[in-house]
């Protein structure tokens, strides 16, 4: 048997303001946080030691190697993902069984990527910070009515958002908004802002920008395939979740804030699903175009 050990290194520069640490604990600051990684036998012997491992070494990635952290990124976000469908299924929460134990992994998921991008330095770079003009805003209204209207027409035939069950459709509708803030600070936050700091010199750049972000979003709905979903399908679904994904960045880059598309996102999953909690054998699905009728 072996365990797996990770030792703080270093913290650096504290700043004065902060309260005093225990004695013996080195000073914490965002940019100097390390850490070691050890594979140890059971007898005490260390069989691997990884060389170590620090934020601003993770920052250089994303700046040397952004295609190769934008895919560490969208694994590490199938692991959340795929630790939150377990949280639902393993905490008890009555009729509201899976919605509120994927609640809380997916907050837990915004929590460390937004911690990430405040380690980084990129919150207000990133949008996260910003909250767009009123202009954004009011494009956002009419498009969060027109899209909805669509998708409601779409999947259902009509423009009528019926609500079975007004305490299920508040949980379902909580949960959908959090899968959008979750996507949407990942990949228009986190993976977005990666490519743009590089390349946002060029119109091209920018675009290019969109695209990639776009390209890995719409590669992190294949995780459908590992829940039982045909691979043609998830490969459909994927495509489809690229094409958002290039209107969610547009969105993004026009706004200079993440949020007018978090509420979009949100919304939208959110009227499609609220809309069939009534339908035979319900599933909640974080996509419309998932919904099989």
Known sequence: MYY?????????????????????FPPFSPSGWSCSVSVISENGHIVRYDRRIS????????????????LIVTLTLYLFATASFMLGMVIPAGGYKPHVGQIIGRLITILVFVFIIWRFGWLTSA?????????QWLVLLVLVVYVVAAALYAYFGNFKLSIASPKMAGVV???????????????RGLVLYTFVRLWANTRWGLVASVLLSALFFGASHMVWVAFGKPVLQST??????????VFYGAIVLASGSIWPAVILHGLVNAAVNVNLIGFPNYQETGNPDQVRK
């Open 236 to 245: 459909l679904l994927s495509l489809s979740a690229f094409e958002s994904g």
């Open 4 to 24: 797996i050990q990770v030792k703080v290194l270093s913290f650096k520069n504290i700043k004065p303001s902060l309260r005093p640490l225990p004695s013996g």
């Open 173 to 187: 509708a909580l949960s959908q908004l959090t899968i959008g803030m979750v996507e949407e600070t990942v990949y």
């Open 55 to 70: 934020m601003e070494g993770f920052k250089q990635l994303a700046t040397n190697h952004p295609h190769v952290f934008a």
């Open 127 to 135: 949008g996260l910070t910003r909250i767009g003009g009123w202009q």
